[in-house]
T-cell receptor, first 113, second 113 residues
Framework: DGGITQSPKYLFRKEGQNVTLSCEQNLNHDAMYWYRQDPGQGLRLIYYSQIVNDFQKGDIAEGYSVSREKKESFPLTVTSAQKNPTAFYLC????????????FGPGTRLTVT | SQQGEEDPQALSIQEGENATMNCSYKTSINNLQWYRQNSGRGLVHLILIRSNEREKHSGRLRVTLDTSKKSSSLLITASRAADTASYFCATDANSNSGYALNFGKGTSLLVTP
C-alpha cells in the first residue's frame, strides 16, 4: 500500500447522499485510477486520469464523478445516481518506468443503506 | 471490461505444497501481471511478464505465458500460511484506455498449517 493513501477505510451513508472518497499519492505518478470491487467480480475500472486536469471514463463510470486538480490527488464522488454504490473502492497509480505496474491504496469500503 | 479469468476460483492446500493458478484472457496483450490481495486490503504487484517472454521467476513465484493459447499460470512453490490471499491476473489495456488494467475474478488461496 506504500505511497497511496485512501480515506476513510470504512464509510457509511444513507441512500440519496453523495459521498467523496479520498485518494492521495506521493509517488509522483502521473496516471491514477479508480476501481470498484464487488464480491466474486474482480476489479472494474471507474475512471482514470493520465495527467492533471484530465480524466476519462472507464467501464462503469455512470453515477460517479472525479476531479484531478493536483497531481497528488484524485478524489472520487459517488453520487445518488449510482444504483448500487455499496462496494470496495480501490485507487491506484501507475509508474511508467516500471512497465505499467500499478500501486494500490488500501481501499475504502462504502456501505449505503 | 474483465478480460482475464482465473482458474480455479478457490484452492486449498497445506503448507509446503505447491499452488498453481491459471489465467485465460481474450485479446492480444502487451504484458500480463499478477497481483495479490489480502482480505480487505489493496492489491500488491507480484510479477509482470511481457508478451515476448515465456517464463519468469521471482523468489518462490514462477509465471508462464502462452500467447498462442492466451493463458498464463502462476506457481507458488513451498507455500506458507502467509500466502493465503486472493490472486488476480491483469492484462494491460492499450494507451487509449490509459493503460488501465483488466482484471480477472481471482483465485482465493487458502494455505493451512
Amino acid at each position: 500500500d506504500g505511497g497511496i493513501t485512501q480515506s476513510p477505510k470504512y464509510l457509511f451513508r444513507k441512500e440519496g447522499q453523495n459521498v467523496t472518497l479520498s485518494c492521495e499519492q506521493n509517488l509522483n505518478h502521473d496516471a491514477m485510477y479508480w476501481y470498484r470491487q464487488d464480491p466474486g467480480q474482480g476489479l472494474r475500472l471507474i475512471y482514470y486520469s493520465q495527467i492533471v486536469n484530465d480524466f476519462q471514463k472507464g467501464d462503469i463510470a455512470e453515477g460517479y464523478s472525479v476531479s484531478r486538480e493536483k497531481k497528488e490527488s484524485f478524489p472520487l464522488t459517488v453520487t445518488s445516481a449510482q444504483k448500487n454504490p455499496t462496494a470496495f473502492y480501490l485507487c491506484a497509480s501507475r509508474d511508467p518506468a516500471s512497465r505499467h505496474e500499478q500501486y494500490f491504496g488500501p481501499g475504502t469500503r462504502l456501505t449505503v443503506t | 471490461s474483465q478480460q482475464g479469468e482465473e482458474d480455479p476460483q478457490a484452492l486449498s492446500i497445506q503448507e509446503g505444497e505447491n499452488a498453481t493458478m491459471n489465467c485465460s484472457y481474450k485479446t492480444s496483450i502487451n504484458n500480463l501481471q499478477w497481483y495479490r490481495q489480502n482480505s480487505g486490503r489493496g492489491l500488491v504487484h507480484l510479477i509482470l511478464i511481457r508478451s515476448n517472454e515465456r517464463e519468469k521467476h521471482s523468489g518462490r513465484l514462477r509465471v508462464t505465458l502462452d500467447t498462442s493459447k492466451k493463458s498464463s499460470s502462476l506457481l507458488i512453490t513451498a507455500s506458507r500460511a502467509a500466502d493465503t490471499a486472493s490472486y488476480f491476473c491483469a492484462t494491460d489495456a492499450n494507451s487509449n484506455s490509459g493503460y488501465a488494467l483488466n482484471f480477472g475474478k481471482g483465485t482465493s488461496l487458502l494455505v493451512t498449517p
